[in-house]
Nanobody, 111 residues
Framework: QVQLVESGGGLVQAGGSLRLSCAAS????????MGWYRQAPGKQRELVAS???????NYADSVKGRFTISRDNAKNTVYLQMNSLKPEDTAVYYC?????WGTGTSVTVSS
């Protein structure tokens, strides 16, 4: 059974930082690309960042230069370091792996 468990969300002031983690189990982690998505209230879910099995990364324009995605294959975990957070980053953040979704972790950025 595949499980993706996100953690690290919370409430932070604008300009602050958070580090999200997504731990995977039940699947061969290292051969799969992974992505972080977010969904703000009343909006569609959008891709924030992705990382391939060999470490190539891609970012949404809105987070380039502020967010960094990384992975630790030994720990079956992908991370999203979020710096210089803005109120518009407020959303529920989800990780995705090979068609599977985590349950999400909430990020709230206060102005």
């Amino acid at each position: 059974q595949v499980q993706l468990v996100e953690s690290g969300g919370g409430l932070v002031q604008a300009g602050g930082s958070l580090r999200l983690s997504c731990a995977a189990s039940g699947i061969i982690f290292r051969v799969n690309s992974m992505g972080w998505y977010r969904q703000a209230p009343g909006k569609q879910r959008e891709l924030v960042a992705s990382i391939t099995s060999v470490g190539s990364t891609n970012y949404a324009d809105s987070v380039k230069g502020r967010f960094t995605i990384s992975r630790d294959n030994a720990k079956n975990t992908v991370y999203l370091q979020m710096n210089s957070l803005k109120p518009e980053d407020t959303a529920v953040y989800y990780c995705k792996l090979a068609g599977y979704w985590g349950t999400g972790t909430s990020v709230t950025v206060s102005s």
